[in-house]
């Protein structure tokens, strides 16, 4: 079946990232190496950029339940495996720029790095596609070229979509952030953590599917649909990095009001 390679390349790719990664723990990189972030950095926008892709050709060809199934999948995967790992995204290091834990320098760098693996994903995932392995692979370097590719949500209004990123991206740093810090899930095993979130990531994913792609992630969506036609540069531009972007500041920002709303005991312990 055409599934099947399609999950063998899912899985080849995130476990020979993984293994990679694995080997990157070398004592002659100290911990606080920027080369050493660099390529876990790119380690891990190739897993995520590459494994998306191919998780696209599964929702062309098998519909909505086996992409919902993947995306669940993904996330748990990138919460289990990534974990004291900066997320591929340059949200990630500019909020790190903003609360003063990370050099302007270091974070303008990691980022052009995400970028431009996110860009070279699409080189990688087109050489497993061009050997056609599946029927399903067949022409699709071809369909998923820029200036070949289509946005699927070119006839979307470009606020609605920008709207979409925007919510998605601040409601999910939120509440992401609320579960890794509840004081009853901390105290029990991770895994029920990693599962609910898993879990609202791929509500949230499958809720702006049709407004702008649910990807709240940059780097992401310019690796998968930069250069498609449907939108042009600065609309893109504006939808998935203004969008994203903003909607992470504004979750960072609004954060620890809502902490100390929602847990104020933990907000008295602390400050006692």
């Known amino acids: 079946m055409a599934v099947l390679v399609s999950v063998a390349v899912i899985l080849g790719t995130l476990l020979t990232g993984d293994l990679v990664r694995n080997l990157l723990v070398n004592p002659k990189l100290r911990d606080d190496s920027l080369i050493k972030k660099i390529l876990l950095d790119s380690i891990l926008a190739l897993e995520l950029c590459a494994s998306s892709f191919e998780i696209g050709v599964i929702f062309q060809n098998y519909g909505m339940v086996a992409w919902t199934f993947c995306v669940f999948f993904s996330t748990f995967y ?18 790190d720029c903003v609360l003063g834990s990370k050099s302007l320098m270091e974070g303008l760098i990691r980022n052009v790095v995400l970028v431009l693996v996110g860009l ?3 080189r990688y995932i087109t050489t497993i ?9 067949k022409g699709r370097s071809l369909e998923t070229s820029s200036g070949i590719c289509v946005s699927p949500w070119e006839g979307v209004p470009i606020l ?3 709207a979409s990123e925007f919510i998605g991206t601040c409601f999910l740093g939120i509440v992401i952030q609320l579960i890794l810090e509840n004081p009853t899930l901390a105290n029990n095993d ?3 953590s990693i599962v609910i979130i898993s879990s609202i990531v791929t509500v949230a994913v499958h809720a702006a599917l049709r407004i702008s792609g649910g990807l709240f992630n940059p780097v992401l969506a310019t690796a998968l649909f930069g250069g498609c036609l449907g939108h042009t540069k600065m609309e893109h531009f504006f939808i998935y990095w203004v969008g994203s972007t903003l909607g992470a500041l504004f979750g960072m920002y609004f954060y620890p009001s809502l902490k ?5 005991q933990a907000a008295k312990d602390k400050s006692a």
């Open 190 to 192: 991770p895994k029920y």
């Open 160 to 162: 609605h979509s920008f």
């Open 78 to 95: 990138q919460l289990s495996r990534w974990r004291g790992l900066a997320m591929p995204s340059t949200n990630t290091h500019l909020l």
């Open 120 to 122: 070279l994903a699409h």
């Open 129 to 137: 596609w061009n050997l056609e392995l599946s029927l399903f692979h």
């Open 260 to 264: 100390k709303k929602i847990y104020p």
